[in-house]
């Protein structure tokens, strides 16, 4: 469960790095991907709706930041931290409707099964959590340190006047940052939805990820896995 925190605590890391803002958003985006993923794992499998729903929950976030947050640029960050608190309210409400009274399942296909590792059993989806986080950091470090957007996220989180002024485009990268965080919060959603399904209950899992970027510090994607 920890890799699973560690997931949603990289969403949130995400967004601070560019915005100098806590997105509290991310358990509506992480409930609307694992709902999206409970509808399409029947008609196209689980391996392919979370990327699907990863991809949809991208275009959610990048919405998101278009509509409500880019014309709250300059404004001081506690308002927008309130902002997307509404947004969270508001998609929520939403996605409750597709997913009704009852437990949705995601379709996943390990279910409770287990391995035998070093003498321990373990479920295999537990083993599945912690391969998708390795992945998932290892491909995040690359981005930020070696791609131009990855540099440019950077130089935003460090000072977004500075890196206006050397030609990095601040709103693209808010916008990139929020479409990740999008992504990422779908595929954690996925995963708690295995084994024992998704309600209207469950976007209070990513809040306990919070306590991990406080500890590991804000604008740190190693220091929010260790924490």
């Known amino acids: ?134 992945v998932v950091v290892a491909a995040l470090f690359a981005f930020f340190r070696y791609s131009r957007w990855g540099l440019a996220m950077r130089a935003a989180s460090l000072d977004q006047e500075t890196a206006l002024v050397q030609g990095v485009s601040v709103g693209g990268v808010m916008a990139l940052s929020w479409a990740m965080a999008g992504g990422l919060a779908a595929v954690a959603g996925a995963f708690v939805g295995t084994g024992g399904g998704v309600d209207q209950s469950t976007w209070v899992i990513a809040l306990k990820a919070l306590p991990a970027i406080i500890i590991g510090g804000l604008d740190s994607i190693e220091g929010a896995v260790v924490g």
């Open 1 to 134: 469960f920890g890799s699973l925190y560690a997931m949603l605590a990289v969403s949130f890391v995400i967004i601070y790095k560019s915005s100098k803002v806590i997105s509290f958003a991310q358990p509506a985006l992480m409930l609307a991907g694992a709902t999206l993923v409970s509808y399409l794992a029947g008609p196209v499998g689980f391996y392919l709706a979370v990327p699907l729903a990863a991809v949809a929950m991208a275009a959610v976030g990048l919405g998101v930041e278009r509509a409500a947050i880019r014309p709250m640029i300059g404004r001081p960050v506690f308002v927008i931290a309130i902002l997307t608190l509404g947004l969270d309210v508001v998609i929520r409400v939403v996605v409750n409707v597709f997913i009704g009274a009852n437990v949705r399942q995601v379709g996943d296909p390990w279910g409770l099964a287990t391995v035998d590792v070093l003498g321990l059993t373990v479920q295999q989806r537990y083993i599945a959590m912690i391969l998708v986080l390795i």
